[in-house]
């Protein structure tokens, strides 16, 4: 079956480093990806993960363990508009396919 | 226009009534899915369509009915809801066989029945 996990809710201070965890099982993986959401809009697309270990985008990072299945996203310089929700999903291969199957989502307030 | 635009951004419908959600891509993708997003659940994968064939029905009810008349337009048909069907839903597109295989999200309808 495919299961993904993440922290529902997690509080960090505007300027400060956070980290966002995510585990996961699937039979047919084939990537990983972050979504940012706020509320009320579309998820927007911010790192892409296939191959081990870490890939850079500005403020935001992404790294990967096939063999643990595992990723983390990090947030440094926080900012209040990064107050969001962060959307961990798998790109899963079975049947044939590609589809994101996604976690519910890690609800982040960057405080003050 | 750009991107995924979906439309209508909100609707408030009846039991017994008949609507549909429109979605329209401008990416010149080949996929295009719909999803449903109910508050602190994960997003849930209704349907899929690649180059126009459903190739996946996500054990949905009856009365949520998709159409894909091309690989530019999808369409959610809506009857006899029910009240625990209110959600966002949110439709994406993505170009399959691509080395990045990313979805592009639509803006979701926000569905409200009574």
């Known amino acids: 079956g495919q299961n993904i996990d993440q922290p529902t809710e997690m509080t960090a201070t505007e300027g400060a480093i956070v980290q966002i965890n995510c585990t996961y099982q699937t039979s047919g993986f084939n990537g990983l990806f972050w979504y940012q959401q706020h509320a009320g809009e579309a998820p927007t697309f911010l790192s892409y993960?296939?191959?081990?270990g870490l890939e850079e985008k500005g403020r935001f990072s992404s790294f990967l363990s096939r063999s643990k299945g595992y990723s983390y996203l990090l947030l440094k310089e926080l900012q209040m508009k990064d107050s969001a929700s962060y959307l961990c999903?798998?790109?899963?291969?079975?049947?044939?396919?590609?589809?994101?199957?996604f976690g519910a989502g890690t609800r982040l307030a960057v405080h003050p | 226009e750009t991107g995924v635009t979906q439309t209508p951004r909100h609707l408030v419908m009846g039991m017994t009534n008949k609507k549909s959600l429109k979605c329209e891509q401008h990416l010149g993708h080949n996929a295009m899915y719909w999803y449903k997003q109910s508050a602190k659940k994960p997003l849930e994968l209704m349907f899929v369509?690649?180059?126009?064939?459903?190739?996946e029905n996500n054990s949905v009810p009856s009365r949520f009915s998709p159409e894909c008349p091309n690989s530019s337009h999808l369409f959610l048909h809506l009857h006899t809801l029910q009240p625990e069907d209110s959600a966002l839903y949110l439709c994406?597109?993505?170009?399959?066989?691509?080395?990045?295989?990313?979805?592009?999200f639509g803006s979701g309808t926000r569905l409200t029945v009574v």
């Open positions: 993960n296939v191959l081990d």
């Open positions: 369509y690649s180059l126009e064939e459903r190739v």
């Open positions: 994406a597109s993505s170009q399959e066989g691509a080395e990045f295989y990313g979805y592009t």
């Open positions: 999903a798998v790109r899963d291969q079975a049947g044939g396919y590609n589809k994101l199957i």
